[in-house]
C-alpha cells in the first residue's frame, strides 16, 4: 500500500471560517510534509514533521498551524485565511533513512481550497 | 540554496516518439533525486527514484539518469503515448534534509 490520503477533496470557506485538512498514511513513514501549489507552479514546501515532531516551517504564515498527532495523521488548521491562500494543498510522506535523510516521496491526491 | 531547473518548460510531440526531459540543480550534494508525473488538478505520482550512489534507473519505458557532478538528470520516455500527456517534474532533497526542491516542470502533450 503506497498509499497518502487526503480529505477533503474540495473546500470551500470564508475568511472568517475554521477548517482543517487531513492526511493519512499506513506506510510506516516517519516524516510528513504539507506542500502548496497554485495553478501551473511547482509545489512549494510549507511544513515537514520528522518523527511526529516538527523539523522544518518554511516561514509560513500563522493562520496556517500544521499539527501530527500520531505517525500516520497529519492535519492542518486553517483559519483567518486569505483569498490568495486558494491553492491545491499537498500531504506526502516518506522514509527516514540514516537519520534525516528521506527515502522516496509519496504524495495524496490533494486538496483543493478555495478562499472567498 | 538548491536552485532546479527544467528543460524543456513545454514540449508537444506525435504519439511513437522517444523523449528527453532534462532536470539540472545548483548543489550536487543532494542525497536521491525523483521524478514524478502530475495530471491535471491530481497529486504528484511517483515515477523514478536514484539515489546518489546510481547512475541509472529504469521502469518499463521510462529511464532516468543521474549526473550529480554535472548537476544534471535526465528523464528518456521511449515511445510516447497520448497517455503520457502531464505535467513531470524532479526534485531533489539536500543531503541532510527533507526539503524537497522541485523544477517548474515540463508540460508534455503526445498527440495521437
Known amino acids: 500500500d503506497t498509499e497518502v490520503t487526503q480529505t477533503p477533496k474540495h473546500l470551500v470557506m470564508g475568511m472568517t471560517n475554521k477548517k482543517s485538512l487531513k492526511c493519512e498514511q499506513h506506510?510506516?513513514?516517519?516524516?510528513m510534509y504539507w506542500y502548496k501549489q497554485k495553478a501551473k507552479k511547482p509545489p512549494e514546501l510549507m511544513f515537514v514533521?520528522?518523527?511526529?515532531?516538527?523539523?522544518i516551517n518554511e516561514s509560513v504564515p500563522s493562520r496556517f498551524s500544521p499539527e501530527c498527532p500520531n505517525s500516520s495523521l497529519l492535519n492542518l488548521h486553517l483559519h483567518a485565511l486569505q483569498p490568495e491562500d486558494s491553492a491545491l494543498y499537498l500531504c506526502?510522506?516518506?522514509?527516514?533513512?540514516?537519520?534525516?535523510?528521506?527515502?522516496?516521496?509519496?504524495f495524496g491526491e490533494g486538496s483543493r481550497l478555495t478562499v472567498l | 540554496k538548491q536552485e532546479v531547473t527544467q528543460i524543456p518548460a513545454a514540449l508537444s510531440v506525435p504519439e511513437g516518439e522517444n523523449l528527453v526531459l532534462n532536470c539540472s540543480f545548483t548543489?550536487?550534494?543532494?542525497?536521491?533525486l525523483q521524478w514524478f508525473r502530475q495530471d491535471p488538478g491530481k497529486g504528484l505520482t511517483s515515477l523514478l527514484l536514484?539515489?546518489?550512489?546510481?547512475r541509472e534507473q529504469t521502469s518499463g519505458r521510462l529511464n532516468a539518469s543521474l549526473d550529480k557532478s554535472s548537476g544534471r538528470s535526465t528523464l528518456y520516455i521511449a515511445a510516447s503515448q497520448p497517455g503520457d500527456s502531464a505535467t513531470y517534474l524532479c526534485?531533489?532533497?539536500?543531503?541532510?534534509?527533507?526539503?524537497?526542491?522541485f523544477g517548474p516542470g515540463t508540460r508534455l502533450s503526445v498527440l495521437p
Open positions: 506526502a510522506s516518506s522514509q527516514l533513512l540514516r537519520g534525516p535523510r528521506p527515502g522516496e516521496l509519496f
Open positions: 506506510m510506516g513513514h516517519r516524516a
Open positions: 514533521y520528522s518523527y511526529e515532531k516538527l523539523s
Open positions: 548543489d550536487s550534494a543532494i542525497y536521491n
Open positions: 536514484i539515489q546518489s550512489s546510481q
Open positions: 526534485a531533489a532533497p539536500p543531503n541532510y534534509g527533507q526539503n524537497f526542491v
